[in-house]
């Protein structure tokens, strides 16, 4: 079944930098985009990134751009979020998520179940 | 960027009652919504996606509606493990996803 298994979360100090990986399983990353969405303590769910099926398309959200980064290894797969400069801002469990709709060739699938790993703690904290 | 807005924020319900759940997107969203149930220290758990189809083994009293821009989440009675915060979000118009702010269900 479909699974995603996030890891590499931690306390850090702020302007430091962290790596927060995801593993996949049940899909491949070749068909499936994956996003990144956040929560911090007593807040709201805030998507942070996505990274498209073939690896081309890479977005981010204006509170991360041009601090994090989003790359995948296929072979591997997994899904890595390289997060510079923090903040205590960005302080939050980092859920990593795969998009609902499967693509192949440019043609993707209707939108079907969106599956959520478990989520990992950053704590930026000096 | 489309904004969720759920409503009411607080909803205080009896055991066996009733819940409905309310969410608004600013622009149109198809049936491209997904609720999820969120209880203390857990993830999100996917309720419904494609506004109405419930996810694998999510029992029938939860209920999903809508269509466009108005959305419902219909809980039919309430069961203790059903007190918790709720969200709706739009994967259709992205990037971003967004989400709405969530409402939390609490025990009257």
């Known amino acids: 079944q479909v699974q995603l298994v996030e890891s590499g979360g931690g306390v850090v100090q702020p302007g430091r930098s962290l790596r927060v990986s995801c593993s996949v399983s049940?899909?491949?990353?070749?068909?499936?985009?994956v996003h990144w969405v956040r929560q911090a303590p007593g807040k709201g769910l805030e998507w942070v990134s996505v990274i498209s099926y073939d690896g081309y398309n890479k977005n981010y959200a204006d509170s991360v751009q041009g601090r994090f980064t989003i790359s995948r290894d296929v072979s591997k797969n997994t899904v890595y979020l390289e997060m510079n400069s923090l903040t205590v801002d960005d302080t939050a469990v980092y859920y990593c998520?795969?998009?609902?709709?499967?693509?192949?060739?440019?043609?993707?699938?209707?939108?079907?179940?969106?599956?959520w790993g478990q989520g990992t703690l950053v704590s930026v904290s000096s | 960027e489309v904004v969720m807005t759920q409503s009411p924020a607080f909803l205080s319900v009896s055991p066996g009652e009733r819940a409905t759940l309310s969410c608004r997107a600013s622009?149109?969203?198809?049936?491209?919504l997904a609720w999820y149930q969120q209880r203390p220290g857990q993830a999100p758990r996917l309720l419904i996606y494609g506004a109405s189809t419930r996810a694998t083994g999510v029992p029938a009293r939860f209920s999903g509606s809508g269509s466009g821009t108005e959305f419902t989440l219909t809980i039919s009675s309430l069961q203790s493990e059903d007190f918790a915060v709720y969200y709706c979000h739009q994967y259709d118009n992205w990037p971003p996803w967004t989400f709405g702010q969530g409402t939390k269900v609490e025990i009257k």
């Open positions: 622009q149109r969203v198809s049936t491209n």
């Open positions: 998520v795969r998009d609902p709709a499967g693509c192949s060739d440019g043609v993707c699938s209707v939108p079907g179940g969106v599956y």
């Open positions: 049940g899909f491949t990353l070749a068909s499936y985009g």
